[in-house]
């Protein structure tokens, strides 16, 4: 009875019973508070003022703050375990580090003290989810099921409140702006799309179908160009690890390294022009404009070539009042300057974004940190030895922050505290920091059985 009460997403160790249930208890906690924090929020279906993003919340920092302390037992029951991880993610840790420590240079310490400090919990409830997963494909149902929820709780806001879920360019839903909703619905889509891949059973099927539709429609009223787009191309990509299972994995593995040298080339290329993404655009798009955003990638490259190397601190740039708001002392003649002041919050490129923050070596470092991620989970999930089920979490991991590298292009999200894509990142690199462990898991059968796969 005690087998099948005990969860697959953590297995029990032998000895006392009580303690690995009440372990499993607080990790599934954990892992319900985070995706309510990350998908719903404190504050949903309300707009923020500028003067509350530069003070922040503290109902905010209340639940990160329980997540947090909740982490921390987590990662002492599983202190071995996340001694490992942390040698292995060293690279992602020390990033962190260096925003932290980025106080010392900071245009505004005060910014940067709070906001790194959130980076920092954020990063330690992130790596006690990672540690407290001892079965893949119980953390894809999890966050399949999740993720489904949350979209249904967005299609019901809409349809109850479609004065505040509903803008003139798109739905929003619960979030401040239709590029959010855009992106849950393609992180929703993702890991919709590859839970089927390893689903077994057709009932499975053709629930994770109708779920697929709800997370798909969602993603169509957002009207978020950019979401869309790429979960178009992320179908592309995950039909890469399909392949894997019906033809073999040198061909795809062929493939990917042709892809992932094409992505290579692109990153050198637009490190060549000096990240200057205006010029980048106009070599592959008649717009060069890019709807208005040439102008403030302009802007951002100027602000960044100022502190190349160590950025202005980091959360020191946008949101420090109106007052010092950067594009407060703008002359008219652009649109930027006749925007009101404090709307504009990031430089819509995730690259530019992190170099304001943090300077171009630290973003070089964040761009490699992701690209080292994605190709581990890519080779894990074609070439181990791993259940079907185990690899399509992996795949679908591998798919996310392949469309990471690519979303940084028009937003910023690139090691941005709080953001949703990052929360979601941040577990996948953590996750697949400790892949070679979890992969030479097998769940009990009592505890598969209990699973809804």
């Given at each position: 009875?005690?087998?099948?009460?005990?969860p697959a997403l953590f297995n029990a160790?032998?000895?006392?019973?009580?303690?690995?249930?009440?372990?499993?208890?607080?990790?599934?906690?954990?892992?319900?508070?985070?995706?309510?924090?990350?998908?719903?929020?404190?504050?949903?279906?309300?707009?923020?003022?500028?003067?509350?993003?530069?003070?922040?919340?503290?109902?905010?920092?209340?639940?990160?703050?329980?997540?947090?302390?909740?982490?921390?037992?987590?990662?002492?029951?599983?202190?071995?375990?996340?001694?490992?991880?942390?040698?292995?993610?060293?690279?992602?840790?020390?990033?962190?580090?260096?925003?932290?420590?980025?106080?010392?240079?900071?245009?505004?310490?005060?910014?940067?003290?709070?906001?790194?400090?959130?980076?920092?919990?954020?990063?330690?409830?992130?790596?006690?989810?990672?540690?407290?997963?001892?079965?893949?494909?119980?953390?894809?149902?999890?966050?399949?099921?999740?993720?489904?929820?949350?979209?249904?709780?967005?299609?019901?806001?809409?349809?109850?409140?479609?004065?505040?879920?509903?803008?003139?360019?798109?739905?929003?839903?619960?979030?401040?702006?239709?590029?959010?909703?855009?992106?849950?619905?393609?992180?929703?889509?993702?890991?919709?799309?590859?839970?089927?891949?390893?689903?077994?059973?057709?009932?499975?099927?053709?629930?994770?179908?109708?779920?697929?539709?709800?997370?798909?429609?969602?993603?169509?009223?957002?009207?978020?160009?950019?979401?869309?787009?790429?979960?178009?191309?992320?179908?592309?990509?995950?039909?890469?690890?399909?392949?894997?299972?019906?033809?073999?994995?040198?061909?795809?593995?062929f493939v990917l390294f042709i892809c992932?040298?094409?992505?290579?080339?692109?990153?050198?290329?637009?490190?060549?022009?000096?990240?200057?993404?205006?010029?980048?655009?106009?070599?592959?798009?008649?717009?060069?404009?890019?709807?208005?955003?040439?102008?403030?990638?302009?802007?951002?490259?100027?602000?960044?070539?100022?502190?190349?190397?160590?950025?202005?601190?980091?959360?020191?740039?946008?949101?420090?009042?109106?007052?010092?708001?950067?594009?407060?002392?703008?002359?008219?003649?652009?649109?930027?300057?006749?925007?009101?002041?404090?709307?504009?919050?990031?430089?819509?490129?995730?690259?530019?974004?992190?170099?304001?923050?943090?300077?171009?070596?630290?973003?070089?470092?964040?761009?490699?940190?992701?690209?080292?991620?994605?190709?581990?989970?890519?080779?894990?999930?074609?070439?181990?030895?791993?259940?079907?089920?185990?690899?399509?979490?992996?795949?679908?991991?591998?798919?996310?922050?392949?469309?990471?590298?690519?979303?940084?292009?028009?937003?910023?999200?690139?090691?941005?505290?709080?953001?949703?894509?990052?929360?979601?990142?941040?577990?996948?690199?953590?996750?697949?920091?400790?892949?070679?462990?979890?992969?030479?898991?097998?769940?009990?059968?009592?505890?598969s059985r209990a699973q809804f796969r």
């Amino acid at each position: 009875m005690s087998e099948v009460a005990t969860p697959a997403l953590f297995n029990a160790p032998t000895g006392s019973k009580a303690v690995p249930d009440r372990r499993a208890g607080a990790h599934a906690v954990l892992l319900i508070g985070y995706l309510l924090y990350t998908f719903v929020g404190t504050h949903p279906l309300a707009d923020t003022s500028v003067g509350d993003r530069v003070d922040g919340s503290g109902l905010d920092r209340l639940v990160v703050l329980s997540l947090f302390l909740l982490s921390l037992t987590i990662l002492w029951a599983n202190r071995r375990a996340a001694m490992f991880c942390a040698l292995s993610s060293a690279p992602f840790l020390l990033l962190v580090a260096f925003s932290l420590f980025s106080i010392v240079w900071s245009d505004y310490p005060d910014l940067t003290l709070r906001r790194g400090a959130l980076l920092f919990l954020l990063t330690v409830i992130a790596m006690a989810l990672a540690i407290g997963i001892k079965d893949l494909r119980s953390f894809h149902t999890y966050l399949f099921v999740g993720l489904t929820a949350i979209v249904a709780i967005n299609l019901l806001a809409t349809a109850l409140a479609p004065s505040l879920a509903i803008t003139d360019i798109g739905v929003k839903g619960l979030y401040t702006q239709k590029n959010v909703a855009g992106i849950v619905g393609m992180i929703a889509v993702v890991i919709g799309a590859t839970w089927i891949q390893g689903a077994d059973r057709p009932r499975s099927v053709y629930l994770g179908l109708v779920a697929l539709v709800l997370a798909a429609f969602f993603l169509f009223i957002t009207r978020s160009k950019t979401s869309i787009n790429l979960t178009i191309l992320a179908l592309g990509v995950n039909g890469v690890f399909v392949l894997a299972e019906l033809l073999g994995g040198r061909f795809v593995l062929f493939v990917l390294f042709i892809c992932l040298m094409l992505l290579a080339a692109l990153f050198s290329t637009f490190a060549a022009i000096d990240f200057d993404l205006a010029k980048a655009v106009e070599l592959v798009f008649t717009d060069a404009s890019f709807t208005g955003r040439d102008e403030l990638w302009a802007f951002a490259h100027k602000a960044a070539s100022q502190r190349p190397w160590l950025g202005h601190g980091y959360g020191a740039f946008w949101d420090v009042g109106l007052v010092n708001d950067p594009l407060a002392k703008l002359e008219p003649g652009t649109w930027l300057a006749d925007v009101p002041v404090g709307t504009i919050n990031q430089a819509h490129n995730g690259y530019l974004e992190l170099w304001l923050h943090l300077g171009l070596p630290a973003t070089i470092v964040a761009t490699l940190i992701v690209m080292q991620g994605l190709v581990s989970a890519a080779w894990r999930a074609i070439a181990s030895s791993g259940s079907r089920q185990a690899r399509a979490m992996l795949g679908g991991l591998a798919t996310l922050l392949f469309l990471y590298l690519f979303h940084n292009f028009t937003e910023a999200t690139l090691f941005m505290r709080g953001s949703v894509f990052f929360n979601v990142i941040m577990v996948a690199l953590l996750v697949v920091s400790r892949a070679d462990d979890l992969l030479l898991v097998r769940p009990r059968r009592a505890a598969s059985r209990a699973q809804f796969r």
